[in-house]
């Protein structure tokens, strides 16, 4: 039991480092001032997987039963596209 | 033929849900309600790009990045505690719940100073669709955090005083899953009002 | 009945069913109106026709929902109530103030009525549902006032449970979002947005609450569920009611006056509205799947699951047709609006209040349950109200889209009035699904006179 919880830890603290990663080089990113499909599309999917992991790992929905799963990650995948969806149609 | 079947292995814990069903469909309809004011964000900033990217680029990204760090390590603070309640340790989680409510306070903090600056810049809800957006969606989130840290207190004043345990995980994974849904939707609204053009 | 004192709420709910009728025939008589103009006229004008429909819809529920709270809060409290003569004195005083308002509509002209009642010391009548002379104003409040003292007392001396504080919090909700019908600010604007502070937030914010603490008291008593379970998601129901339905004022504040972004507000929060009531739905299903007894009264448990259907429908569903800004700029104040008046108010608030009255009046008659014959008459009566309903509310939705299509999509729009009477035939429509109504209506008194083999209380 104790030693899940240890590689529980474990995975969670990975994950916290590469989220607060990510937040930098979305920051980064933006510091840069480019726009465009390719970065926004970057941007969006950088916060999926981010989403994801919250979602997963500190949720725990990945040891909970598939239907919360799809209807959670669905969610975030819906949200994510249809934002994309706009942007593509904002595009000048 | 049943007793030639090999002994199946020792049944894993079968799937379920961390916390409260309630919490869960409390969590969907956050979910639900975040999710039609980003994509309203979206199809709102279609219509006029330019002048949403103008204003995007005064806003402090700075101050949002850090708010999102905050935000994110107190999300991993509250997972910490709940791993600790999972050991039998709650007393050890409560400190892992200070953390976080600390990480917490300094998210208000930061945002109240963008609200302030905001404010004497007379930026307001009328003055323009995407202040309008940028104001009402990060004071919707901003309550959430509030009512994030009144449940966080709750668990630490329950954790305190040694009430989680691995077979009383309910009210702390309850709580946590609710922190974790205020984390994760910024994680969405940062790169969506700060940053993408 | 547990608590002798529970039999205050008696009253209170024959003379909610008596206005009912009274509200139906008002109903039935303004429905004749819009096809035949000169119907009644000019003993019962149109305008005064829909202030009676509309003014006893409101009184009767407020009867109902007093009654309801008479009944629920000994039985929550376990406890007598704090004074039965001061609950049975109020009853009174509501009844004449009632009845005198009524018959002040019926018989005197609207301003002289005003003239007469002192609106010239404070005007605050000739507002949409709030007509009510001054005099009448006051005495609400007063009848309110002390009929929550007398609540709020046996609250307190007694057990504190999630339903009744729940209720308590709607019940004094309801009371002083009231006080804004006295505030009647000579700016339009101003007038208008506090006015939906009464209107909105009685039936989108804290009517909610009364209705789902009322599902939740006969969820529990015919099912057996455990009470933890119960207001778990009596929680969940409240918190999701009132963080939609609060802000979701401002779908009410789109072309009035009010700044812009009340339309992003109002579209987004009020587009949620329906999940509350979807909660409920699924909810009150929940309960009665996981049921620990079959309990004898199938007329109230039909009630109850009726209650969540209809109110999704009418409320949410209905609601959700016209309340995104774009839609209703085309839709405002149309036909559409009055199916969906109809159909929520029917499917939330009259069939919640039936729900209580069928599982408590058999019990203060002194049986678990009324006859199967007499039950069998009630489900009738519960099949021919509901399904008149639905059509009605079919019937103004299609009369509704065909008015805004004429009056304001057309290449050519017409006139209002012209327009109405492209839609007749669905008034006429209408108007027999409300003869249906009326029948299902008198069905559902006469269950209460037929005998039959009763099972003995305490079941």
New interface residues.
Partial sequence: ??HD?RS??RR??VL?VL??AA??F??A???GGS?GAA??AL??G??AL??AA??L?????A????L?QL??LG?LV???A??G???W???? | MRAACPPLPAPRTPPTLAGDLAIWIFILAELLAFGVFFIAYAFARANNPELFAAEQLALNRDAGAINTLLLLTASYFVVRAVHAAEAGQSRHGARWLVAALGCAAGFVAIKIGEYAAAFSAGISLSSSTFHMFYLSLTFFHFMHVLLGMVILGALWLNARRGLYGPHNMNGIESGAAYWHMVDLVWLILFPLVYVIR | MKYKSQAVAMPYFIAAIGLFVAQIVFGLILGMQYVVGDFLFPEIPFNVARMVHTNLLIVWLLFGFMGAAYYMVPEESETELFSPRLALAMFWVFLIAGALTIIGYLTVDYATLAKYTGNDILATMGREFLEQPLLTKIGIVVVALVFLFNITMTVLKGRKTAISVVLLLGLWGLAIFFLFSFYNPTNLVLDKYYWWWVVHLWVEGVWELIMAALLAFVLIKVTGVDREVIEKWLYVIIALALVTGIIGTGHHYYWIGTPEYWQWWGSIFSALEPIPFFAMTVFAFNMVNRRRREHPNKAAVLWALGTGVMAFLGAGVWGFLHTLAPVNYYTHGSQITAAHGHMAFYGAYVMVVITIISYAMPILRGRACNSPKAQVLEMWSFWLMTIAMVFITLFLTAAGILQVWLQRVAEEPMSFMAVQDQVALFYWMREWSGVVFFIGLLAYVASFFVKGKEQPAGA
């Fill in positions: 039991m104790n919880i529980a830890n969670s603290t916290w989220l607060l937040t930098v979305t920051w990113v933006g510091e726009g970065i926004a941007l969006l950088v916060a981010k989403g919250v979602i790992d500190f949720m725990a929905l040891r909970a039963p598939l919360w209807i959670t969610w819906l949200v994510c249809l934002i969806l706009a942007y149609k904002g595009m000048p």
